[in-house]
């Protein structure tokens, strides 16, 4: 992995994995803030388009949790390459919400959460291109 140390990369794949939590947990029990944050949607709960807007956004939630707990397994085994490929992966999800925000919303947000994708999409590249460290017992 250039220029950082293996655990240097570690943690910071460990805060992709913190970061997908976070995004899950307020999609999760805050559906409907989390709409009108990310997408500008707002309807009424008692409407059919409020309900379903809920339902929408805790299944976002729940496909970000799913990522979060993959890549904290992933480490918790040491297989920092499998948690790599779990994080690129997961911002090709992103993207494609990005596509969507711009399409609801204009180039700027999209484009902050474009940009924040890709940064985690260089740390999952550096995960992938890992080499196991090799520990040195001293007896």
């Known amino acids: 992995m250039p220029y950082l140390q293996a655990s240097t990369w570690r943690l910071l794949g ?30 009424s709960e008692s409407t059919e ?36 490929i779990v994080i690129v992966s997961g911002t090709i999800l992103c993207y494609a919400d990005a596509v969507a925000i711009y399409l609801r919303r204009g180039l700027a947000p999209a484009l902050q959460l474009f940009t924040g994708a890709s940064i985690w999409a260089g740390i999952g590249l550096a995960l992938m291109s890992s080499r196991p460290e090799r520990v040195i017992n001293v007896t």
């Open 49 to 84: 388009a409020g309900k379903l807007i809920s339902v929408l956004h805790q299944l976002l939630g729940s496909r970000d949790l799913t990522l979060a707990a993959t890549i904290f397994t992933f480490f918790s085994l040491r297989q920092e390459r499998a948690a790599g």
């Open 14 to 43: 460990l805060s992709v994995g913190a970061g997908y939590a976070g995004f899950g947990i307020w999609q999760v029990f805050f559906p409907r803030h989390a709409a009108k944050t990310l997408f500008e949607y707002e309807a």
